[in-house]
């Protein structure tokens, strides 16, 4: 059925239902038979596709290339009879393959988690819709609408299903993702005809909306037509279904620094390659060629498995997931990972006033005007708002709600106003003109009309006013009493709304604002409280020690604007403020140089919102902008980071924002920041971890290899690289914030990895532990041969080398908790890691189990060292936590110098 060339009486008898739509009982039996109301999504990667996705790392590639080489070696003189089989021989062959295969599915598993994360906030942030069931009015889940519903549109609804139009009032909808036109269409209810037998394009369809439309202007009830893969959308949903994972931008600069570190190893082994050759050369002659080259390719890979942090992309991918999930339970569902990094990042964050900053509970507190019952009755019908039958409280748009509140406490029911005094016509809100009007039967033949709105634009349209009773002439001298009210109430940080009327003979053809709202009668103000938020304060403090900059927007008037701001501490003077008109008349040139001046914006309009964002972005600050309405969503797109609001939010901007703040709260907003902060320096910790891990490895293994002597095998540096190291760098990843963490300016989105430090770090304890590994072998071949010689193999030697290397890694891990803060301080001894210890404990049992169970530490070809050997290399594992900490000691000194010599400047 081509539902746009039938009346809506016929299409309700189509997809039987009614005005009053579908039973519940009826609406499951249709979701039972027809499916979930929602889009195929693309094919997930299968998990035998994923696994052996994990296998085509490079380097992993080489890791196997050189297992299969290490069997042939094996296998070879068993071939040729110049040896037999020992299963003994073929232990490292299965090692390095079983640390692959683990590897692997560790992979796959933490990727499953984080999808399952994310899936789940996804869940968190599902888009809903208004649904008439059984007569009353119900919020569900998108997902979950079936043919035959009968949906309530209002601006900023994104549209659910496919509908069909029963009633409209002024309703425009954005149909762009369909139809490619850019002005919004505008809508009614009357059936088309099509011409000659032709169908109506799909643009032409005046009487339908469309899933992924938006509705940008007034109101509408429709009736579902088509769901899921049915609607106009569905068609062509193959195109949609194509989702590109993103990367951030902390993952691009680990991949620009794992390409970086594979030529550098690239290079590194061909040199020692190419060495041992050159060493070996007089050998290679006869049948010890092969094997002298064999075994010159393994030295050279095990220098690269040393260099490579396998576990480095993983560990950050579980970290930043382990954040997200994090932050969702604390009500702040960040949706792109590249937002949690750029939390952390950001210098300004804009925010709307009502409900973020203050509790969005509108109460009416004072009036101006005769006649408070009038005032009442038309604020009351002049709003969308309705009063719950049961709780006797009003449900809608807060402020809105304050009044039919308001009206209640007069003892006018606004469902018995409704009732009495039916709404005939309106002409809807719009944040443009800043009011709305409302026309209703006011009984024997005549009609009223009542319109709210901001006071200076309800007074423009006001020629007489309503004085004792009377209507007179709005001479210059009332409108100065109003406007003197207004500011009174507004001082008072109250929110002012005025109220007119106009008595109609009959209802007007023409309903649009520019028609109806002129020659009014002004009645009274109403002033509201929507009090502040008791958390916000410490709020905007805490980002005033983080080096945040707080800004409120708001369309309020500028005097209750700057007198919240002031209770907040977001301004201390009335020169920090401004108003969209005042910031109209600068040019860009001006407002980029006197932004600085202000912390307030009242009066605004959506298209300032965008400027003033940009003007930000121009002077190089990572800008966060709030927002709910439809119209804030530009603005949210051109932010750094867009945050919708959870509550009040539309489904356009919350689909536009970066992340939702679920209680629309600010204070949760500072305490994500938070959160992005400690999330990018927990990764930093677990980035320096195991660099300055990997660094040690290859500063012993260098060394060795050119002293002639085998430290350590491919296998034994793989353990310690996926099983030792993994472990410990994914517990820095759960450490809690350091105590100054938002008492440091916030860094640069431009800042490297090795920024502040890091990078130094790396290199001096990364030598630190190598050299410290290589004496431990040494002390090991001592124990062994009792000389010094390091000529030949010492498998004593190589247990303690392993052992030491192990636990200093372990105890250097204990050292990352901070990177410039003593681990001995009280913040730090305050809050220990429990998940640090457990890795600790883990490592130390499985090290301990390689070298002393039997078969097991034959495989590995360590040795059971005596008890002074383990407790020395013990020792010289502790020794690296005294070193950490005298450098630490040495770079704060370092910093306070500098920053003295700064402040002496």
């Not at 369909?178 to 009614?188: A, D, I, M, N, R």
């Not at 109003?482 to 008595?503: F, H, P, Q």
């Not at 964002?613 to 966060?624: E, L, P």
């Not at 190598?770 to 040494?778: A, E, I, R, V």
Request: with cysteine; net charge negative.
């Amino acid at each position: 059925m081509k539902h746009y060339l039938f009346d809506g009486n016929a299409v309700l008898e189509e997809v039987k239902s009614c005005e009053n739509g579908l039973s519940q009982a009826e609406a499951e039996a249709r979701l039972e038979q027809n499916g979930k109301n929602k889009l195929a999504e693309g094919k997930k990667v299968s998990l035998i596709k994923r696994f052996f996705l994990q296998l085509a790392n490079p380097m992993i590639i080489v890791l196997i290339i050189a297992a299969v080489i290490s069997l042939i070696t094996t296998l070879i003189p068993v071939m040729t009879g110049e040896g037999h089989f020992d299963t003994t021989e073929l232990a490292e062959f299965f090692i390095i393959i079983g640390v692959v295969l683990l590897n692997a599915i560790l992979g796959v598993v933490q990727e499953g988690r984080a999808e399952k994360a994310i899936e789940a906030l996804k869940e968190m942030t599902a888009s809903t819709c208004k649904v008439i069931r059984d007569g009353v009015l119900r919020q569900i889940r998108n997902e979950d609408l079936v043919i035959g519903d009968v949906v309530v549109l209002e601006a900023g609804d994104s549209v659910p299903a496919d509908c069909r139009l029963l009633e409209s009032a002024s309703l425009k909808a954005e149909e762009a993702a369909l139809t490619g036109e850019s002005v919004p269409s505008e809508k009614f209810v009357d059936a088309l005809t099509a011409e000659d037998g032709k169908d109506v394009p799909l643009g032409d369809r005046k009487n339908m909306v469309y899933m992924g439309s938006t509705i940008v202007y007034g109101r509408a009830k429709a009736v579902v037509v088509a769901t899921g893969m049915q609607t106009e959308m569905g068609k062509i949903a193959d195109v949609l279904a194509q989702t590109k994972e993103e990367t951030t931008p902390l993952q691009k600069k680990l991949d620009k620094l794992s390409k970086i570190l594979s030529f550098a190893v690239l290079g590194i082994c061909v040199f020692i390659f190419a060495f041992k050759l050159i060493m070996e050369r007089n050998n290679l002659v006869g049948g010890d060629t092969l094997e002298i080259v064999l075994d010159s390719f393994i030295i050279a890979v095990s220098l690269a498995v040393a260099a490579i942090p396998e576990g480095l992309a993983t560990v950050v991918t579980i970290v930043l997931s382990m954040g997200m999930t994090k932050m969702a339970k604390k009500q702040a569902v960040v949706k792109r990972l590249t937002a949690v990094e750029t939390l952390g990042c950001t210098q300004i964050i804009c925010s709307d006033k009502t409900g973020t900053l203050t509790q969005n509970k509108m109460t009416v507190v004072d009036t101006y005007g005769d006649d408070v019952a009038l005032i009442a009755r038309a604020m009351a019908q002049a709003s969308d708002a309705v009063l719950d039958p049961e709780k006797l409280e009003a449900v809608g748009e807060p402020t809105e709600c304050a009044l039919v509140n308001f009206a209640y406490k007069q003892e006018l029911n606004k469902t018995d106003l409704e009732a009495k005094f039916p709404r005939v016509a309106e002409a809807p809100f719009d944040s443009m003109r800043k009011m709305m009007s409302t026309i209703h039967d006011n009984g024997d033949g005549a009609f009223i009309q009542f319109t709210k709105g901001a006071p200076d634009e309800i007074l423009k349209c006001c020629t007489h006013a309503r004085i004792n009773g009377e209507v007179v002439a709005l001479t210059e001298e009332i409108k100065a009493d109003i406007l003197g009210a207004n500011k009174a109430m507004a001082n008072e940080a109250l929110r002012v709304l005025a109220v007119a009327y106009k008595d109609l003979d009959s209802v007007p053809e023409d309903v649009s604002p520019e028609n109806i709202e002129n020659n009014l009668v002004f009645i009274g103000l109403t002033g509201m409280i929507d009090p502040i938020r008791p958390e916000v304060k410490d709020a905007i403090a805490e980002c005033k020690g983080a080096g945040i900059r707080a800004v409120m927007i708001t369309g309020d008037h500028i005097d209750t604007a700057i007198a919240i701001a002031k209770q907040l501490g977001i301004i201390t003077d009335a020169s920090q403020a401004i108003t969209g008109a005042e910031m109209a008349e600068m040019s860009d040139e001006e407002f980029y140089e006197r932004i600085v001046e202000f912390s307030v914006y009242a009066r605004v309009q959506p298209e300032h919102k965008v400027r003033i964002v940009n003007t930000w972005k121009k002077r190089g600050m990572i800008t966060a902008m709030t927002g709910d309405g439809v119209n804030d969503a530009p603005s949210i797109k051109s932010a750094d980071i867009g945050i919708g609001m959870g509550i009040t939010g539309t489904d356009v901007t919350k689909g536009a924002a970066d992340m939702v703040l679920q209680d629309d709260n600010f204070a949760t907003l500072v305490s994500a920041v938070g959160e992005g902060r400690r999330i990018y320096d927990n990764i930093r910790k677990a980035i320096q971890f195991l660099l300055a891990s990997n660094l040690a490895e290859v500063v012993a293994v260098f060394i060795a290899t050119m002293c002639g002597f085998t430290l350590l095998k491919p296998m034994h540096l793989l353990w310690i690289n996926l099983i030792t190291d993994t472990f410990p760098a994914l517990a820095l990843g759960t450490e809690e914030a350091e105590a100054d963490l938002m008492r440091r300016a916030p860094r640069s989105e431009k800042e490297g990895i090795f920024a502040g430090g890091v990078g130094v770090n790396i290199i001096i304890q990364g030598v630190f532990i190598g050299l410290l590994t290589l004496l431990s072998y040494f002390v090991g071949h001592f124990f062994e041969t009792g000389t010094w010689s390091i000529e030949g193999v010492s498998a004593d030697g190589m247990t303690m080398a392993f052992l030491t290397l192990s636990m200093t890694e372990m105890f250097h891990a204990f050292n990352a908790r901070s990177i410039n803060h003593s681990i001995f301080s009280k913040s730090m001894l305050k809050k220990q890691n429990l998940f640090m210890l457990g890795a600790f404990a883990f490592s130390l049992l499985t090290t301990i189990l390689v070298i002393y169970t039997p078969g097991l530490n034959t495989a590995f070809e360590f040795a059971p060292i005596h008890a002074d050997e383990f407790f020395i290399a013990m020792a010289l594992g502790v020794s690296v936590i005294p070193f950490v900490e005298l450098s630490k000691v040495i770079t704060r000194f370092a910093v306070k110098k500098r920053a003295e010599k700064k402040l002496a400047k």
